[in-house]
């Protein structure tokens, strides 16, 4: 195995980043359809067997929607964009100068 340059080291850190992206929010994805499920269900059988009338499940649902819209955006649509900012900070902080003792 050879080593690796500095510029493939930092494609394959960028590469893995977005890669956890996106998995990152196929799992925030899948969370979120089975919670929803579950509260409009739960929703749906209180207003069908007790006297309640308001579709409180439609709350959460655009709340957390919106978090999961943003979260979207950021893996899929602004690809690497965190992980760049990231990347260039460090390079700002490395490249300052330093007191050293």
Do not use: C, S
């Not at 893995?16 to 992206?21: F, K, Q, T």
């Not at 996106?22 to 059988?45: D, E």
């Not at 978090?67 to 460090?90: M, N, S, V, W």
């Amino acid at each position: 195995m050879k080593a690796l340059t500095l510029d493939e080291y930092q494609e394959a850190e960028f590469e893995v980043g977005v890669a956890e992206e996106k998995r990152g929010f196929k799992i925030h994805a899948a969370v979120f359809a089975l919670v929803m499920t579950g509260l409009i269900v739960l929703n749906t059988l209180l207003i069908a067997y007790t006297g309640a009338d308001f579709p409180w499940a439609v709350f959460p649902l655009v709340g957390w929607g919106i978090g999961l819209t943003f979260h979207y955006r950021e893996a899929y649509r602004d690809e690497g964009y965190g992980i760049r900012a990231h990347q260039k900070a460090i390079e700002r902080y490395a490249h300052r100068p330093h007191a050293r003792a």
